[in-house]
């Protein structure tokens, strides 16, 4: 449940902050989510790579038809790819593995300081 609530999380709020602010902006959600929900780290990687990838598509989708693919048509001629729809995923990978990561830090940040449990060692002799 904690994994499609994050993913929830991720790309709502991504969608509406990705729209605002800078890209790089997508990191502190993830990286709070991170913070507050305890689990492990290969979900917390696909959690934050999964929400803002979707989202990122989404939104860039929304963009490319409300510009009429002026934009893309020119970073395509620069980078030489084949398509906009390569560009909008090699542009989405991008965006979900820096919020991945961005969940995989909160993570490893709050581990730190959480105190873990000792295992009791029962000797019968």
């Known amino acids: 449940m904690n994994f499609i609530l994050r993913i929830l999380i991720i790309g709502i709020s ?33 959690s934050g790579f999964i929400g803002v990838t979707i989202s990122w598509i989404f939104l860039l989708l929304s963009i490319e038809y409300q510009s009429e ?27 979900g593995i820096v919020s991945a990561l961005s969940s995989i830090t909160g993570l490893s940040l709050i581990n730190i300081f959480r105190k873990k449990k000792d295992k009791r060692n029962y000797r019968f002799n």
Request: net charge negative; proline share 3%.
């Open 14 to 46: 991504t969608y509406y902050i990705s729209s605002s602010l800078p890209w790089w902006s997508i990191i502190f959600i993830p990286f709070l989510l991170g913070l507050i929900f305890e689990d492990n780290y290969i979900s917390h990687f696909l």
């Open 69 to 95: 693919s002026i934009l893309s048509l020119k970073v395509i001629e620069i980078l030489k790819i084949n398509s906009t729809n390569t560009l909008i995923i090699i542009t989405a990978l991008i965006g």
